[in-house]
């Protein structure tokens, strides 16, 4: 870990030399300080207060499964199960989500400084699509293929009982996190914090209700759904008013949804009949992109026009 900590930032010091020394066409503005300070403090105080709900919400659920009955090495194994095997496999493809908002919330702040209200728009109806394109077929792809996995990642059983709930509050994590930050982008960092800071004790109350017997991690799971689908709805409803953005819910979310879900079913059924996890998924994506350009959307060619040649080369 302190050899690739180090290499990322020597890599990151000499990116930032190199363009340090290209020639500007344009002169800096001196850095206002009260609007650094402004957009810095909601934003670091958001993640602080986010942490700290996570750590409770993580140092609490062995002692209310213990409070359910169970042993304590029991408690910790469940624990282990679904925080240290399950979610970090659905975890996973956070990998393109964080991508694709480190290049688009960039983007979107240069256009709220040039004022530019229809391209704000454009670029956040695009990430919001985008996000769903990606996170949604490899959602529906794990609830077949995380038991397999897990056996062969970690030579243990995954939470099998928990995978749909939890595939589907993972899926609205990463609409989350893209819509966070959108709202950081266009300078609505105070309204994401708030909204960040209600779904995180929304999740808290539920994680105490693990405690009685027979709702067990089930409100764990249950809870991160409501929590999630509370913050990333006020999100939304808070992106799409500022932006006066007309949701197209058709072809950002029951399109994509849709096709992943005749993704799934036919990965499952690959996947019982040739016991391959890598044949299942390669015929699941393909059969997610059929399904989807059958629904009228090309998920490649949209990614791809996600950011203009034009503006890319500028």
Not at 22 to 43: D, G, H, T
């Amino acid at each position: 870990m302190i050899i690739s900590e180090l290499s990322s930032a020597l890599i990151l010091h000499l990116f930032f030399r190199f363009e340090k020394k290209q020639p500007s066409r344009r002169k800096p503005r001196p850095p206002k300080y009260r609007e650094l300070v402004s957009i810095a403090l909601p934003v670091s105080a958001a993640a602080g207060l986010n942490n700290l709900l996570s750590f409770l919400n993580s140092a609490l659920i062995p002692q209310r499964l213990s409070a359910a009955g169970l042993s304590r090495v029991a408690a910790t194994e469940i624990f282990g199960v679904v925080f240290g095997m399950t979610m970090p496999l659905l975890s996973f493809p956070i990998a393109f989500i964080a991508s694709l908002t480190s290049v688009m919330v960039p983007r979107l702040s240069s256009s709220k400084a040039k004022e530019d209200m229809p391209d704000m728009r454009r670029k956040a109806a695009k990430t919001i699509h985008a996000t769903g394109l990606l996170a949604m077929p490899l959602m529906a792809l794990m609830v077949p293929l995380a038991h397999p996995l897990g056996e062969l990642l970690f030579s243990h059983t995954c939470a099998v009982s928990l995978i749909l709930p939890l595939c589907i509050a993972t899926l609205i994590s990463y609409y989350e996190i893209s819509l966070g930050a959108l709202l950081n982008a266009i300078g609505k960092q105070k309204e994401s914090a708030v909204y960040i800071i209600i779904g995180g004790i929304i999740q808290l109350f539920f994680t105490w209700c693990v405690g009685f017997p027979k709702f067990g991690m089930s409100a764990f799971a249950i809870g991160s759904i409501i929590s999630g689908a509370v913050t990333a709805v006020l999100q939304f409803t808070c992106l799409c008013k500022t932006l006066s953005i007309r949701p197209r819910f058709s072809n950002w979310f029951f399109s994509p949804l849709l096709a992943s879900i005749l993704s799934a079913l036919l990965t499952s059924i690959v996947l019982k009949i040739s016991d391959s996890i890598l044949l299942s998924g390669v015929i699941g994506l393909f059969s997610y992109c059929i399904a989807l350009s059958a629904l009228g959307t090309n998920p490649i060619r949209y990614i791809k026009t996600l950011i203009p040649k034009e503006e890319s080369k500028a």
